[in-house]
């Protein structure tokens, strides 16, 4: 039997965004098995934001400094 972490957050969604403690550094963790739903389009996102510094008000919501409120909505 297989066992291992599952990386997923407390409230299903994934942490999308900057650290505050390390310059630079761009999170996109917590997806587990959505990674591959949430990948591409992610993907598209995250490079206007690294190329245009564009702001997206949906990956604000998935800060890693949000509050872990509430359950996963999928379960």
């Given at each position: 039997?297989p066992?291992?972490?599952?990386?997923?957050?407390?409230?299903?969604?994934?942490?999308?965004?900057?650290?505050?403690e390390a310059?630079n550094?761009?999170l996109?963790?917590g997806?587990?098995?959505?990674?591959f739903?949430?990948?591409?389009?992610?993907?598209?996102?995250?490079s206007e934001?690294?190329?245009?510094?564009?702001r997206?008000?949906?990956?604000?919501?998935?800060?890693l400094?949000?509050?872990?409120?509430g359950?996963e909505?999928?379960k």
């Amino acid at each position: 039997m297989p066992v291992g972490m599952y990386p997923m957050t407390p409230d299903g969604q994934p942490i999308v965004g900057y650290a505050r403690e390390a310059e630079n550094l761009l999170l996109a963790v917590g997806m587990c098995g959505q990674g591959f739903m949430l990948g591409s389009g992610l993907g598209k996102i995250l490079s206007e934001v690294i190329v245009d510094g564009k702001r997206d008000p949906i990956l604000e919501q998935l800060t890693l400094y949000r509050k872990f409120e509430g359950m996963e909505m999928l379960k």
